[in-house]
């Protein structure tokens, strides 16, 4: 069989990448949102807030146990869930509608993959080098100078990493508490992996998979097409005004050759090393350091910047025509982008109207169905419910619990003095009902009657209810 006859292999081994080191108002940028968005997430859980005495003082505290999300002076309980979920749906729109505007910007400047990647990246030039240098280095053979170089550098990879998982893991419990618990060994197993398994994931992302994470596992790459239009803001190169591209060495063509001078510089910054001259590629995440060494490269030769710039394809349709490009608010504040901030604040408005108007007292009615009614000696008729009293203040309060309905029901309290039961600050207390109605009430031979639990405070006359049903004979 001969060579060509052999089944060739659709496995292609990664070529490392290393971008070279460039400056320029883009990397600046990159720069501060690494550094406020690091300092954020390692920073925040060591923040103090004071609650009072049966409050954790922790600012931001993911409290599973006690099942509750402090944020500050906001504190979520189980049931306001839709919180959460409010804020999620707005992150959603959020990136819609920033991708709609501005293409890939998250991917490029924000995104945890990104930014670790771009830490790991600045750790490796330092150590190694910049990206000849590293290229070198690749291609040497073992030696003892590249073994250091590879152990130091791989050894602050790990120590960032270790750092990124330690950091995770405080924000589920007290800070200080679990640092002293890690330390001494008596934290919980569950910390310990959880450090383990974002260590590794940490180490292995930003260190060597890297780009590879964006084009293979991430889905948003293939999403983002479906949020972008022509009028979206992106990263593009201007071949008309670039090609042909030439080294405009002194000559009978020299004139004719575009302002590209085919140097390589945008390919040698990218951290996904494409060449943005092919045109827009899913690979791209926009990150504009190609802009950087381009305008450098352009003032440099004397020709203006711009050459690599963020644009949108309309631009290129009115430059090619000679027309003045779209100002960049025509571009960002079209009809599209105007309904993603119009959702986006909607949402959040009413996110705040409801944290505002929210009661600090609640009750949850679950009625007991084993058996959904009992027949007593005298002929009536109870049910028994389950009620949850939730007490969201700093202080104790006393509950007065009632109940309204058509029909004639009777109220009882299981271990509690009357219709007032105090409940602990801060805290949800359980309570068995009994609803009784007498023999030959129409509640006792109906199939089911609707009616209300209230739950007043005692002091603020706060009040709160839930609808449930009682259940007769049916007879």
């Known amino acids: 069989m001969s060579s060509s006859d052999q089944p060739q292999s659709l496995y292609a081994a990664r070529e490392p990448i290393f971008p070279k080191r460039v400056k320029g108002p883009f990397r600046n940028l990159k720069w501060i949102i690494m550094v406020v968005t690091l300092g954020?997430?390692?920073?925040?859980?060591?923040?103090?807030?004071?609650?009072?005495?049966?409050?954790?003082?922790?600012?931001?505290?993911?409290?599973?146990?006690?099942?509750?999300?402090?944020?500050?002076?906001?504190?979520?309980?189980?049931?306001?869930?839709?919180f959460v979920a409010g804020l999620l749906i707005m992150a959603g729109l959020g990136l819609f509608l920033f991708t709609s505007a501005l293409g890939r910007v998250w991917c490029g400047y924000a995104c945890p993959q990104t930014v670790w990647t771009d830490l790991f990246v600045h750790v490796e030039r330092w150590v190694e080098g910049d990206r000849n240098a590293q290229l070198r280095l690749l291609k040497a053979p073992w030696t003892a100078r590249k073994a250091r170089l590879r152990i130091t550098k791989w050894t602050i990879w790990l120590l960032i990493a270790v750092a990124t998982g330690g950091a995770w893991v405080f924000y589920f419990t007290d800070a200080p508490t679990l640092l002293v618990d890690l330390f001494t060994l008596n934290a919980h197993p569950v910390a310990y992996t959880t450090i383990a398994i974002l260590t590794a994931t940490t180490f292995v992302f930003g260190g060597f998979m890297r780009e590879q994470i964006c084009n293979y596992m991430c889905p948003w790459p293939r999403i983002q097409a479906a949020m972008m239009d022509e009028d979206t803001i992106t990263v593009a190169y201007r071949d008309w005004r670039g090609e042909p591209r030439g080294k405009h060495r002194k000559g009978a063509d020299a004139d004719q050759l575009g302002d590209c001078i085919d140097c390589m510089a945008c390919v040698n910054v990218c951290p996904a090393g494409i060449d943005i001259r092919d045109g827009q590629q899913m690979e791209c995440i926009t990150c504009a350091l190609c802009i950087d060494a381009c305008d450098d490269i352009m003032a440099k030769i004397g020709k203006p910047r711009g050459l690599i710039d963020y644009m949108a394809l309309t631009d290129e349709t009115n430059e090619r025509a000679g027309n003045p490009p779209k100002s960049v608010w025509r571009h960002i504040f079209r009809p599209r982008t105007i309904i993603y901030t119009a959702l986006w604040s909607a949402i959040g408005i009413a996110l705040v109207v409801l944290l505002f108007i929210r009661s600090e007292i609640d009750i949850t009615v679950e009625p007991v169905r084993s058996?959904?009614?009992?027949?007593?000696?005298?002929?009536?008729?109870?049910?028994?419910?389950?009620?949850?009293?939730?007490?969201?203040?700093?202080?104790?309060?006393?509950?007065?619990?009632?109940?309204?309905?058509?029909?004639?029901?009777?109220?009882?309290l299981e271990g509690a003095e009357g219709d007032r039961v105090t409940v602990p600050a801060d805290s949800t207390q359980q309570l068995r009902a009994y609803v009784t109605a007498e023999p030959g009430d129409p509640a006792a031979e109906a199939d089911r009657t609707d009616f209300r639990f209230w739950v007043e405070d005692a002091i603020s006359d706060i009040r709160a209810y839930q609808d449930t049903v009682f259940d007769g004979t049916g007879e």
Do not use: C, K
């Open 371 to 412: 058996p959904t009614f009992v027949t007593l000696s005298d002929g009536s008729i109870r049910n028994a419910y389950d009620l949850r009293l939730r007490n969201m203040a700093n202080e104790d309060r006393v509950f007065e619990i009632t109940l309204t309905s058509e029909a004639d029901l009777a109220l009882d």
């Open 40 to 82: 954020i997430y390692y920073l925040t859980p060591w923040i103090r807030w004071d609650r009072g005495p049966s409050l954790p003082d922790q600012a931001v505290l993911i409290d599973l146990a006690n099942r509750r999300f402090f944020f500050f002076w906001i504190e979520i309980w189980p049931h306001e869930f839709y």
